[in-house]
C-alpha cells in the first residue's frame, strides 16, 4: 500500500502508430522548428535521408556520425555541424546511439529534439544523457536533452533482427525493473513499469517467430515507451551503474550488455524488493524471476554471458573497483564479494544464484 510518494510527468508529446514517421514535418511544425539536423548511424542513413527529403526546407541535411556510448569527440563534431549549418532543432532517427547524440548537441546548444526510435531502447523518453571519452562513461540528468517531441513507428522496427530485437526490449526491461526498486518510486511508476515489462514479454515470442508481425512489434514498441518514461522519472541503480563502466570502459554492445548483467542484478536485489518480486512474479508467473528472465533470454536466442559479447575475465577486478568507487542508489549495498561473484556468474554465463 502506497501511503506517500512523490510524482512529476515528464512534459512531452508522443505519437504512436503504424506510418506515424511520414509525419515528422507535423511534429517540427508544432515545435516552430525551421531547419533540423537529421541524425543517424551510418546504418540507418538511408532512413534518415529519406525523413530528411519529407522534411524539405526544414532539414539542414543528415548526419549519420552517431556511435555506441556517444564518444565525446564525435558528440563535439555532431555540435560543430549543428552550429555550422544553423539548425535550430534535430531530429534524431535510430535508437540510443542516435538519440544520445542529439542529447549531447541539446546538451551543448539547447536545441530541442524530435526522437524517431527504430529500437526498444528507450533513451527518447529521458532526461539523461551519457558521453564517454577516455574509456570512462559520464551520466547525468538535464531537462534541456529530453525530447519535446517522440514519434514511435512501429513499421520502423520491423527489420531490426531478431537477436538486437530481444536484446533491445531487454534492455528497456531493465529500466522497468530498476523503477520499482528506486528510492522515488511511486505506484505510478510502479504500473507503468509492470505493465511495460508484461507488454515487451508477451511480444518477443512473436517477434522472433515472425519479424514482420506488426501486432507484436507495436506491442514491444509500446512497452519499451512505458519502460524509457520509468527511467526517465526515476534513479538508477546497480544495474545500470555496472553497464555504464562495463560499456563506457569496453565499449560491450550495449542491449546484449543489459541483457546479460540484467538477471545477475535481479538476483542480487530482489530479496531486498518485495516491489520488484511481486511485480515481475506477476509477469512472469514464478517466484524466481531472476532465473525466468535469463531463461526467457536463452531461449530467445539472446546471449547470456559477458564472454559472449567480448568481455575479457581479467578484467573484472577493475570494474568491481569503479562501480564501488562512485556506487549508485540500490535496495542493497553490495560489496566487493558481491561484485566479483555477480561479475563471475555474468562472464561465465552462469544461470543466475541469489
Known amino acids: ?9 515528464l512534459p512531452m508529446r508522443v505519437s504512436f502508430g503504424p506510418g506515424r514517421s511520414a509525419r515528422v514535418a507535423d511534429e517540427v511544425d508544432a515545435l516552430g522548428l525551421e531547419r533540423v539536423l537529421v541524425l543517424s548511424t551510418p546504418e540507418q542513413e538511408d532512413l534518415a535521408t529519406r525523413i530528411s527529403e519529407a522534411l524539405g526546407a526544414r532539414s539542414a541535411g543528415v548526419h549519420p556520425k552517431a556511435r555506441m556510448h556517444v564518444p565525446i569527440d564525435i558528440a563535439h563534431v555532431a555540435s560543430d555541424v ?24 541539446a546538451l551543448t546548444h539547447g536545441l530541442p529534439i524530435v526522437a ?3 529500437t526498444y531502447a528507450g533513451s527518447e523518453m529521458t532526461p539523461v544523457w551519457g558521453l564517454t571519452e577516455d574509456g570512462v562513461k559520464r551520466t547525468g540528468r538535464n531537462p534541456a536533452v529530453l525530447p519535446r517531441s517522440v514519434v514511435y513507428d512501429p513499421e520502423l522496427t520491423l527489420t531490426l533482427p531478431a537477436e538486437l530485437s530481444v536484446t533491445s ?34 511480444a518477443l515470442p512473436g517477434i522472433v517467430r515472425d519479424g514482420r508481425d506488426l501486432a507484436a512489434r507495436s506491442g514491444a514498441l509500446y512497452g519499451a515507451w512505458l519502460c524509457g518514461a520509468v527511467l526517465g522519472a526515476t534513479t538508477m541503480s546497480l544495474h545500470h551503474k555496472l553497464c555504464h563502466v562495463l560499456g563506457g570502459t569496453y565499449d560491450l554492445p550495449h542491449a546484449a550488455l543489459h541483457t546479460v548483467m540484467l538477471p545477475h542484478v535481479v538476483a542480487f536485489n530482489a530479496p531486498a524488493s518485495g516491489a520488484l518480486r511481486d511485480a515481475l512474479g506477476r509477469v512472469l508467473g514464478t517466484s524466481d524471476p531472476a532465473v525466468a528472465l535469463w531463461d526467457l533470454a536463452r531461449s530467445l536466442g539472446a546471449p547470456t554471458s559477458l564472454a559472449e559479447i567480448g568481455m575479457d575475465a581479467k578484467d573484472l577486478p577493475a570494474v568491481v573497483r569503479a562501480v564501488l568507487e562512485s556506487p549508485y542508489a540500490n535496495p542493497r549495498t553490495p560489496s ?19
Not at 500500500?1 to 510527468?9: D, H, K, L, N, S
Not at 522497468?176 to 513499469?193: D, F, Q, T
Not at 566487493?336 to 541469489?354: C, I
Open 336 to 354: 566487493a564479494e558481491n561484485l566479483r561473484s555477480l561479475l563471475t556468474r555474468a562472464q561465465q554465463g552462469d544461470r543466475p544464484q541469489p
Open 116 to 118: 524517431v526510435p527504430t
Open 82 to 105: 549543428a552550429r555550422t549549418r544553423g539548425a535550430d532543432g534535430c531530429v534524431a532517427v535510430g535508437g540510443g546511439s542516435t538519440i544520445g547524440l542529439g542529447k549531447a548537441i
Open 169 to 202: 526490449a531487454m534492455n528497456a526491461v531493465a529500466h522497468a525493473v530498476e523503477g520499482l526498486y528506486a528510492p522515488n518510486a511511486s505506484p505510478v511508476i510502479s504500473l507503468m513499469a509492470e505493465e511495460g515489462t508484461r507488454a515487451i514479454v508477451e
Open 1 to 9: 500500500m502506497w501511503t506517500e510518494f512523490t510524482y512529476q510527468a
